[in-house]
């Protein structure tokens, strides 16, 4: 059972990994569906930066 944890942390942590690469980011920027739509309410753009800034807060505190 602990081996199963184990490797579900080593996943968990190879997805974010993958997941916040800059290739990633430069791939999911290229599709529409992705892209930030430049007419977006101001009140989703400080939602979108207060997600970042907690983001950045948190993967700081797990280095």
């Known amino acids: 059972m602990k081996a199963n944890t184990m490797r579900e942390d080593a996943l968990d942590q ?32 400080d939602l979108l930066a207060e997600l970042d800034r907690a983001e950045n807060g948190r993967s700081r505190a797990r280095s």
């Open 14 to 45: 190879l997805i974010r990994k993958e997941i916040g690469s800059a290739n990633n980011r430069r791939l999911l920027g290229r599709m529409p569906a992705f892209k930030v739509d430049a007419d977006m309410p101001d009140q989703f753009n």
